[in-house]
């Protein structure tokens, strides 16, 4: 299994450019998510699926687009770059049902550092 | 309202002596889950440990052990006999039954001095 990837690893944007970054599992998680890291601000939702078809914003979602057609991929597209978006930016899958008895933690992928000139 | 709280921006720690993460947390659903990740230097998280809201002892892998105090709503990380390669960011995160969402804490920097 190569769990969660994310591509690419580094990224320049210069501002009002528009990318995506790539996220893609192989475990066949319902429940996939975009979170960005900034210094001392720990991990923040940007949006999330509970499965294919299924998108929801998260905690920080403006300035940012998802959509989920499969169960494997998750793709998150910065619209119109800004400097502000710079920042580290995972992707992370688990199984959608909860339950307290079990562990289901997250995979996270590798990470995107992302700068935004 | 902030739902988990780290304290502890930083923290040293002599090699080979113990060492207490802190790490509380605020929910009014009695059914969550609470986690711990590492994040060394390299940049990738790595799930450390597991505890359940109806988990009656504390989870304990390895070195690493949580201490558990539901009424507190506390969850620390006890790494014992630290190692250099403990170094890293340490984030505590809970999981809500109720919108399957996860939310992080904004992590414990640990130094390991030798």
């Known amino acids: 299994n190569a769990g969660v990837t994310q591509t690419p690893k580094f990224q320049v944007l210069k501002t009002g450019q528009s990318m995506t970054l790539q996220c893609a599992q192989d475990?066949?998680?319902?429940?996939m998510s975009w979170y960005r890291q900034d210094p001392g601000m720990g991990l923040r939702l940007i949006h999330y699926?509970?499965?294919?078809?299924?998108?929801d914003q998260g905690e920080v979602p403006n300035g940012y687009n998802v959509s989920r057609s499969t169960t494997e991929d998750f793709p998150l597209r910065l619209l119109s770059a800004a400097p502000s978006q710079t920042s580290v930016y995972f992707c992370?899958?688990?199984?959608?049902?909860?339950?307290?008895?079990?562990?289901?933690?997250?995979?996270f992928g590798p990470g995107t550092r992302l700068t935004v000139l | 309202a902030q739902k988990i709280t780290q304290t502890q921006p930083g923290m040293f720690v002599q090699e080979k002596e113990a060492v207490t993460l802190d790490c509380t947390y605020d929910?009014?659903?009695?059914?969550?889950?609470l986690f711990w990740y590492k994040q060394p230097s390299s940049g990738e998280m790595i799930f450390l440990i597991y505890?359940?809201?109806?988990?009656?002892q504390n989870a304990t892998e390895g070195r690493y052990s949580l201490n558990f105090q539901k009424a507190r709503k506390s969850a620390n990380l006890v790494i014992s006999a630290s190692q250099l390669g403990d170094s890293a960011m340490y984030f505590c995160?809970?999981?809500?039954?109720?919108?399957?969402?996860?939310?992080f804490g904004p992590g414990t920097r640990l130094s390991v001095l030798p």
């Open positions: 929910t009014s659903d009695p059914s969550y889950g």
């Open positions: 992370a899958s688990s199984y959608s049902r909860f339950s307290p008895n079990s562990d289901n933690e997250q995979f």
């Open positions: 475990m066949n998680h319902e429940y």
């Open positions: 505890q359940g809201s109806y988990d009656q």
């Open positions: 995160a809970m999981r809500e039954p109720y919108g399957q969402n996860f939310v």
């Open positions: 699926s509970v499965g294919a078809g299924i998108t």
